[in-house]
């Protein structure tokens, strides 16, 4: 029998004790956008560490959106499953574009929307954590995985609640730890191990970077110079 969760923020809790084992140096907690942040907040808060995000997008097949076949990232990262295209002969190139051009204009409208003038933080030689509510195909959090490598970091790892084995499997060749609580046989959908998985509106997701920024700001916090 799995775990099942309140909501996001208490899931964020429960990583925290996994996290903290990691013995993370100078670490930076990245949230995935919406459902993501939530937990991050959570784990940032409790290692004094600072909280960011990174933008992401799902590319959702037309008839399934909730399956991906892919995810676009801030810095011009994409990311395919083959395994997915090749399952759909009736997904195109121009229906993949279409796609990609469609939710890169909602990431770029939620970069602006999320982070306002705020500029990106340094991520070379810090220790990354990449947060989010779940995992099903894993697309969405491989591609902010590649972004975040692509900056230099000094260690990349993935905290989430819940996963795929699949998509556990994937992300753990790529990164450098992976931490998912539970990942039965019997995953459906990443909303089947929460009571309440209520859609992360773009006001919780805009207070909860303020909060978080306005802690790690204050002269003396951790993280404070990174910015």
Same mark, same amino acid.
């Given at each position: 029998?799995?775990?099942?969760?309140? &909501?996001?923020?208490?899931?964020?809790?429960?990583?925290?004790?996994?996290?903290?084992?990691?013995?993370?140096? &100078? @670490?930076?907690?990245?949230?995935?956008?919406?459902?993501?942040?939530?937990?991050?907040?959570?784990?940032?808060? =409790?290692?004094?560490?600072?909280?960011?995000?990174?933008?992401?997008?799902?590319?959702?097949?037309?008839?399934?959106?909730?399956? =991906?076949?892919?995810?676009?990232?801030?810095?011009?990262?994409?990311?395919?499953?083959?395994?997915?295209?090749?399952?759909? @002969?009736?997904?195109?190139?121009?229906?993949?574009?279409?796609?990609?051009?469609?939710?890169?204009?909602?990431?770029?409208?939620?970069?602006?929307?999320?982070?306002?003038?705020?500029?990106?933080?340094?991520?070379?030689?810090?220790?990354?954590?990449?947060?989010?509510?779940?995992?099903? !195909?894993?697309? !969405?959090?491989?591609?902010? =995985?590649?972004?975040?490598?692509?900056?230099?970091?000094?260690?990349?790892?993935?905290?989430?609640?819940?996963?795929?084995?699949?998509?556990?499997?994937?992300?753990? =060749?790529?990164?450098?730890?992976?931490?998912?609580?539970?990942?039965? !046989?019997?995953?459906?959908?990443?909303?089947?191990?929460?009571?309440?998985?209520?859609?992360?509106? &773009? &006001?919780?997701?805009?207070?909860?970077?303020?909060?978080?920024?306005?802690?790690?700001?204050?002269?003396?916090?951790?993280?404070?110079?990174?910015?």
């Amino acid at each position: 029998m799995y775990r099942v969760f309140a &909501d996001r923020r208490s899931a964020g809790r429960a990583l925290v004790p996994e996290v903290q084992r990691c013995k993370l140096e &100078d @670490p930076i907690i990245l949230g995935l956008p919406r459902g993501g942040i939530p937990l991050a907040y959570e784990i940032a808060v =409790a290692l004094h560490a600072p909280l960011d995000t990174i933008v992401v997008r799902k590319l959702g097949v037309p008839s399934h959106p909730e399956l =991906a076949f892919g995810a676009i990232a801030s810095g011009g990262i994409r990311v395919i499953n083959e395994d997915v295209i090749q399952s759909l @002969p009736g997904l195109d190139e121009e229906t993949i574009e279409t796609i990609a051009g469609r939710e890169m204009r909602e990431l770029r409208r939620r970069e602006r929307a999320y982070r306002l003038d705020r500029p990106y933080p340094e991520l070379g030689g810090r220790d990354v954590v990449l947060v989010d509510d779940g995992l099903a !195909t894993g697309a !969405t959090m491989r591609a902010a =995985a590649e972004a975040v490598k692509s900056r230099s970091p000094s260690s990349v790892v993935v905290a989430v609640p819940v996963g795929s084995a699949s998509a556990v499997a994937r992300l753990a =060749a790529i990164v450098d730890r992976i931490i998912c609580l539970e990942s039965p !046989t019997s995953f459906y959908a990443v909303g089947q191990f929460y009571s309440d998985f209520r859609q992360t509106s &773009d &006001d919780e997701v805009r207070e909860l970077l303020r909060e978080a920024w306005e802690l790690s700001d204050r002269p003396g916090a951790e993280g404070s110079s990174h910015e």
